[in-house]
């Protein structure tokens, strides 16, 4: 308990963030179709637009994600941190301040540049935060907690929103992402792996290019060798008589130890439990890609919903997640191995989304939401048994690589789903079905199910190597 109590400067940087977030999330289907096809509940163009947003921002997480969560490795989860945090401001500043047409554009535009570099990277620098600072063994209720945490800003802003005009509820977001980034600035402590609080990337002393993990650590059994071709000595007039160390010190500073497509395989190569969770993590993001660019435009020309509508929906989600995670994770986690829980999560999640598909009613929505309570736990485990595959000094690497993957999903899961919704909710549908784009949804997800009822997540690599090699400090 302790340990998280030490946490608690990240989770409320990370609900202050997400709370912005999503105050706005009910009021953008509406804002959007409003600046597209005013007074009109069907909408192609609104669709397409916002897969395609979603597609350009997938493509840049996926080179983003990586890249920032192995930096943050070297130069601190916090000074990372804050590229995102600042960034996300800009687009919501611009729908405070109007809703026009125009407005709405420019905010579309930003918004794709921005989410690029803050869409997963928040997520995966606080995983690799809270990793840094719990032992394995506490790491899943602490991922379920900062799920949790995420959870229950879900259900403030969605609260909010509720309350809120659309105008207020822009002017809300940017506040709040504001003090978010200068909170997360002034009280959270840096982090760095082997709990070194040093900033590097802040400092001037001649040496401050030095490899800042001492060598001969072998927490980093998978992803020693050099970028070659890419990676150039920092000094080449160097002198040839100096060490092979020191030659290597040199060597792999800077911005120069930037992963590449080969970290990538090499992780997905060094245990089968990586790879299984990294295809669970492509099916279970392509599913959710899908509900983020079609759900909402399904529910609008079904049921004709509106912002309200939207957000007691969501609220019902954020409420039962949030109970699910800080409440019922902490307590089954150490009981229930986190791959049986994986399945329990993506098995609900399966069936949310086709109770949704099927929806003949305009209450179900609002039952299906309740299996949300179960839905939500599947991330944090998949998060979890990722974390126990690596070393500490390569978690940012790890999270930045099953964060890009991810984002690789969030890039076709648009291309597919919303052309497939705009048919069926369009006259000309081959056949009277609705909610056949999101019935395929389902089938993606069940897909991640199907694979996490086979994985067998071996012993924690850290754990293994400190009976080994006896290299690990405690």
């Known amino acids: ?176 992402s504001m003090i978010a980034a200068v909170y997360m600035r002034i009280f959270l402590k840096e982090s760095l792996p082997n709990g070194d609080s040093s900033q590097p990337f802040l400092k001037k002393e001649p040496g401050f290019l030095k490899e800042t993990v001492p060598n001969g650590d072998s927490s980093q059994p998978f992803l020693k060798k050099e970028l070659a071709g890419i990676i150039s000595p920092l000094d080449d007039n160097s002198d040839s008589s100096s060490s092979s160390s020191s030659s290597e010190k040199r060597q792999e500073g800077g911005f120069k130890k930037i992963p590449a497509v080969g970290d990538l395989i090499s992780l997905l190569k060094c245990r089968a439990a990586f790879s299984q969770a990294a295809v669970i993590v492509f099916f279970n993001s392509l599913a959710d890609g899908g509900l983020q660019a079609s759900l909402l435009y399904f529910w609008k020309a079904q049921f004709h919903f509106n ?52 929806a003949w009613s305009f209450w179900v929505p609002y039952a299906a939401a309740a299996l949300a309570a179960a839905a939500v736990i ?38 597919i789903f919303s052309p497939l919704t705009a048919l069926f909710l369009s006259e000309g549908a081959p056949f009277h079905f609705p909610g056949f784009s999101i019935m395929c949804i389902a089938f993606a997800s069940m897909i991640a199910f199907i694979q996490s009822t086979m994985i067998r997540a071996g012993p924690p690599i850290s754990s293994q190597l400190a009976n080994n090699c006896n290299c690990i400090e405690p």
């Open 1 to 176: 308990m302790e340990k998280l109590a030490s946490l608690r400067h990240l989770f409320v940087t990370i609900f202050l963030g997400v709370f912005s977030g999503c105050v706005v999330i009910p009021a953008i289907t509406d804002v959007t179709m409003s600046a597209l096809c005013p007074g009109q509940d069907e909408c192609s163009l609104a669709i397409y637009l916002s897969g395609i947003q979603q597609a350009i921002v997938g493509v840049g997480t996926v080179v983003m994600t990586p890249i920032i969560g192995n930096l943050s490795d070297r130069y601190g989860r916090k000074a990372l941190l804050t590229i995102p945090m600042a960034l996300s401001i800009i687009p919501l500043a611009i729908l405070a301040y109007s809703r026009s047409k125009t407005s709405f554009y420019t905010y579309y535009g930003i918004r794709a540049v921005t989410a690029m570099v803050g869409e997963g990277s928040v997520n995966c620098l606080a995983l690799a935060y809270v990793a840094d600072n719990i032992s394995e063994g506490q790491r899943t209720s602490a991922f379920g907690v900062l799920s949790g945490v995420v959870s229950a800003a879900f259900v403030f802003g969605t609260l909010a929103a509720r309350f809120l005009s659309t105008a207020s509820t822009f002017q809300v977001a940017t506040l709040g």
């Open 307 to 358: 912002k309200d509508q939207f957000a007691d929906i969501m609220l019902i989600i954020g409420v039962m997640g949030t109970i699910s995670q800080l409440l019922f994770m902490p307590l089954l986690a150490p009981r229930v191995s986190e791959e049986k829980l994986l399945c329990i999560g993506l098995f609900t999640g399966s069936a949310h989304i086709f109770l949704n598909s099927i």
């Open 378 to 415: 599947a991330t944090p485990c998949v998060r979890s048994i990722v974390s126990k595959q690596v070393g500490p000094n390569e978690q940012g690497k790890a999270q930045g690589c099953i964060s890009g993957i991810s984002s690789s999903a969030q890039i076709i899961s648009p291309l």
